[in-house]
Each structure stands twice: as structure tokens, then as C-alpha cells.
């Protein structure tokens, strides 16, 4: 059909109850020409004449007033469920799907959501740890994070906070083993290895060297799968392992880990929070992403350990050796 028929049923019934075709299309923000093109091809459409009009009146045939009374309820159960989609839109409830990799949704992520909720406890959060990038509109997802290179294209993205490579071992680990000065001398340490959670292969340890970024496959003594296993066992003294600086921060800065090969942290991955609009939002997704942008970029400094923590605490470890 060429024309809009619900708009034409529209412009038909307020046309019935306002008893003007002119004051139905200005109640409906349309010309009266628009109006009355709309009716005649519903007139055509079914076949019947659905008005007696003259240029002063306006009056339901047999036809209209029968075409009127079936058509009311669906025309008021379709008002009433645009006003309960309008209605939620603007509530900051409901459910809210949210998907990121274990490794930043535990200590970044996590905090901002349990805010979230606290502020809007009709807020019902699903969330689904994960690193890849699925499709979201199948997944139903709201509100994405990802670590490491940007979202590919089909997302908005936006960056929050740079996420640093930091080499730890714990004060006892280095008491016993020595502290390494150089990317070479970690041959000579044990050293921990993280399987990737997808392919199951070892993840090579990146380091600044100059300008550039540098991976090195490292030989492990000790193989996780888990970032919080991986920070359990460094923090234990088993070995020696490179976190993301989201993990090491907290424990660095409490003195259970020190950072080594300072000068070859790299911060050249970063995090990224991704969503499929930035239209029709629901009120619930616009305030959650508000919230994180507020709380995580603009605190980045609570999950970035600074050039001169980096260095006192590097100093100290050099100093026990």
C-alpha cells in the first residue's frame, strides 16, 4: 500500500471525534491538505465512503461509524503502549546487559555498577564477562568495554583510560631471586604465564624498547588462565609476572607487589567502552555510561600507576638487592 494506513486511521479517527478534518490534521501536525489526501485513500482503500463532507460539516456515514467503533480499541491500545515505551525510556530501571573481559570488569567496572545500582535499585544488571566483541544486537547488549585495540566498526566507542603492562613480584619473591635489570635477565626467573581464555595460548609479555612496543615470549614456570589467579600467585612469591596495571596498581601501591623494568612499561592498550547508538538511548544505558565516563576516565589516575610511583618503588626493590 503507498500510503501510511495507520496515519490515515489516525487522521479518520481524530477527524470523527474533533468533527473538522482541519482540526484533525492540526492535531496531528499535518497540512489539511495532507489530511484529506490521507482520508480519501483510506476511502479508496476499503472502498467506502467513510464521511458525508461539505465545506462546512463533517459527518460518519453508516460505513465510518462502524469502521470507527472497530477500529477505537486497537488505535487505544497502540496510544497506550507508545506511552509505556516513552514511559521507560525515561526511567532509569529496567534491565541493563552489559558485557567486558574479567580483567577490568572486577576492579574498574564493577565498583561503578554497584553505584549504579545503589542509586537505582530498579536497576537489574546482566552481565556477561567477556573479551570478544559478539554481535550485539543478537546479544542484546547495552553497554560493551573492551581491552586492548578499539571496537571494529558497527559500535560507537570511546575511550576511557590508557591500560598499562606492568612486570611485579612480590617484596619476598625478589628477596630470595634478585631483582632483574634487563627484559634478558627474566630467563633467569620464574616467571608466570597467561593462557589466553579463547585459544588456550601463552600470551607473549610486551615492553616499551624506545619508541616501540616489543613482544617476548617469556618461559613460564607457572601458566593461569585467570587475571585474579595470576595476581594470587605473584602476590604468594611464586613467581614473577607482567599484570595490567589495573590489577597491579592496588597491589603496588599497598607494598604486596613492586613494580620492575619501569622502563619498559607500556601503555599502548587501552580501554574502551562501546554501544550500538547514540540515539533513543534508554535514559538507564545514557546514566550508566554517564556514570563510567565519570567515574573511570575521569579518575583514569586511580587505575594508572604513575612515572613516579613507578620509580620510588623500583628504587626500594633495587635498594633490598
Not at 106 to 132: A, K, M, N, Q, Y
Not at 157 to 177: F, G, I, M, N, T
Not at 235 to 263: D, E, F
Not at 268 to 291: M, T
Amino acid at each position: 500500500m503507498a500510503f501510511n494506513e495507520l496515519r490515515a486511521i489516525a487522521t479518520f479517527a481524530k477527524a470523527a471525534e474533533l468533527g473538522s478534518l482541519r482540526r484533525a490534521a492540526v492535531a496531528q501536525g499535518i497540512t489539511p491538505q495532507a489530511a484529506s489526501q490521507a482520508l480519501s485513500q483510506l476511502e479508496a482503500h476499503l472502498n467506502v465512503r467513510l464521511f458525508h463532507r461539505t465545506t462546512r460539516s463533517l459527518s460518519l456515514t453508516e460505513e465510518g461509524s462502524r469502521f470507527l467503533e472497530a477500529a477505537q480499541p486497537g488505535l487505544a491500545a497502540l496510544h497506550r503502549a507508545l506511552h509505556v515505551v516513552r514511559r521507560d525510556r525515561e526511567a532509569i530501571a529496567g534491565p541493563l546487559r552489559i558485557t567486558a573481559p574479567r580483567s577490568v570488569m572486577i576492579p574498574v567496572i564493577w565498583p561503578v555498577l554497584d553505584e549504579f545500582c545503589r542509586r537505582h535499585p530498579g536497576i537489574e544488571p546482566d552481565v556477561h564477562l567477556d573479551d570478544r566483541i559478539g554481535n550485539w544486537v543478537d546479544d542484546r547488549i547495552d553497554v560493551g568495554f573492551r581491552a586492548g585495540s578499539p571496537p571494529s566498526e558497527g559500535v560507537i566507542s570511546r575511550e576511557l583510560l590508557p591500560l598499562q603492562l606492568v612486570v611485579c613480584a612480590s617484596p619476598s619473591y625478589l628477596k630470595q631471586h634478585g631483582t632483574p635489570r634487563s627484559i634478558d635477565d627474566l630467563s633467569r626467573h620464574r616467571c608466570s604465564g597467561f593462557r589466553h581464555p579463547g585459544t588456550g595460548k601463552l600470551m607473549p609479555w610486551e615492553f616499551k624498547v624506545g619508541q616501540e612496543v616489543v613482544a617476548v615470549d617469556v618461559a613460564s614456570a607457572v601458566n593461569v588462565n585467570d587475571v585474579d589467579l595470576e595476581a594470587d600467585a605473584i602476590v604468594a612469591g611464586h613467581c614473577i609476572g607482567q599484570l595490567v596495571g589495573v590489577t597491579a596498581a592496588p597491589l603496588v601501591r599497598s607494598g604486596k607487589l613492586v613494580p620492575v623494568l619501569a622502563a619498559h612499561v607500556t601503555d599502548h592498550l587501552r580501554l574502551h567502552l562501546y554501544y550500538g547508538s547514540r540515539v533513543a538511548q534508554p535514559a538507564r544505558v545514557r546514566a550508566f555510561i554517564d556514570l563510567v565516563v565519570e567515574q573511570v576516565a575521569g579518575r583514569a589516575g586511580l587505575f594508572v600507576l604513575a612515572d613516579k610511583e613507578l620509580s620510588v618503588r623500583r628504587g626500594r626493590a633495587g635498594a633490598r638487592n
